[in-house]
């Protein structure tokens, strides 16, 4: 099986995200989780009206003035060089991929427009690829977690989207608007911690892009689970994992996935999942595969 939606979610109109307020509120979120202990400085037991450091302990330990880093936390980081950037990001103690998400918030690349709108095209030879796939589900995502193409393993494992709206292909909405998927997922909290880091990423990138801000507008009013995770600023991108899974067809499944980005459209990725040789969910995942087009008809997570 192998599907393509026409594009990825079109998207209702939406004002952009705003760059500097995403700026703003990174870094105070990152510098709210830090204490004096955390980074060898002295406390003294004084009372401290808002968690985590103050703005000049951060600018000690970065190097710079506390006006720098004023302006810096209030969105003004045009000009703000990449030396400086990374002496931040070591006092903030941030991952490599918050660090790349501050370097993107204060440093934009020019994107244009145009590149945010055009369809999500996912080239022949991939769908090819995803076909011979057979026994392992798989498909290929895009911008915003959008689901482009998948294989019929993956249909039998997370449901049918080709009976899906092309803008509702997309984990995001999935996870916070479809209760089918709470279910599916077992550990369906760490399901939509990892969507929202991806999406957090996305806005660093790309926050001119119209279709994404309709996204987080959508679901900031749909769903509370959402509003809570995207106000922390959490960013984080997971390639290799387990998911814990309750089918309705064959029950609790542990799946390995691994996600890999595409040479030459790094905004699009390969996901597959596979179980352990020999398992309980090796087995259940040869019995899907032995239905064919009746698991997915059957006992997909399929909209309702």
């Known amino acids: ?16 995200l705003d760059r500097r307020a995403e700026l703003s509120e990174f870094l105070r979120s990152r510098r709210a989780r830090l204490k004096p202990e955390d980074v060898g400085m002295p406390d003294f037991g004084r009372h401290r009206r808002v968690p985590g450091l103050r703005r000049e302990e951060l600018a000690q330990l970065a190097g710079v003035s506390v006006a720098y880093y004023t302006r810096l936390e209030q969105g003004h980081g045009r000009n703000v060089s990449a030396e400086v950037l990374d002496a931040i990001a070591r006092a903030l103690r941030l991952t490599d991929a918050e660090h790349n998400h501050l370097t993107h918030l204060a440093k934009p690349k020019q994107h244009k427009k145009r590149q945010t709108a055009r369809p999500q095209q996912v080239r022949g030879s991939l769908r090819q690829l995803l076909d011979a796939l057979d026994g392992v589900p798989a498909y290929i995502s895009g911008r915003r977690s959008d689901v482009l193409v998948w294989n019929r393993m993956a249909a039998a494992v997370f449901g049918d989207w080709s009976e899906l709206p092309p803008q509702e292909r997309n984990w995001a909405r999935m996870a916070f608007l479809k209760p089918e998927y709470r279910e599916l997922f077992v550990e369906w909290e760490q399901k939509a911690i990892d969507i929202v880091c991806l999406l957090r990423m996305d806005a660093g990138c790309h926050p001119d892009d119209p279709q994404l801000a309709a996204l987080v507008g959508e679901l900031s009013v749909k769903s509370e689970d959402f509003r809570r995770l995207w106000a922390t600023h959490d960013v984080k991108e ?5 998911k814990l899974l309750r089918h309705p067809l064959v029950g609790d499944l542990a799946l390995q996935f691994e996600s890999f980005r595409l040479a030459g459209d790094s905004e699009l990725a390969l996901v597959t999942y596979h179980a352990e040789p020999g398992s309980a969910s090796a087995e259940a995942l040869r019995l899907l595969a032995s239905w064919g087009t009746d698991a997915t008809r059957a006992g997909s997570p399929s909209p309702r």
């Open 1 to 16: 099986m192998d599907e393509q939606p026409s594009a990825g979610p079109a998207g209702e109109a939406a004002r952009p």
């Open 238 to 242: 997971k390639n290799h994992g387990v």
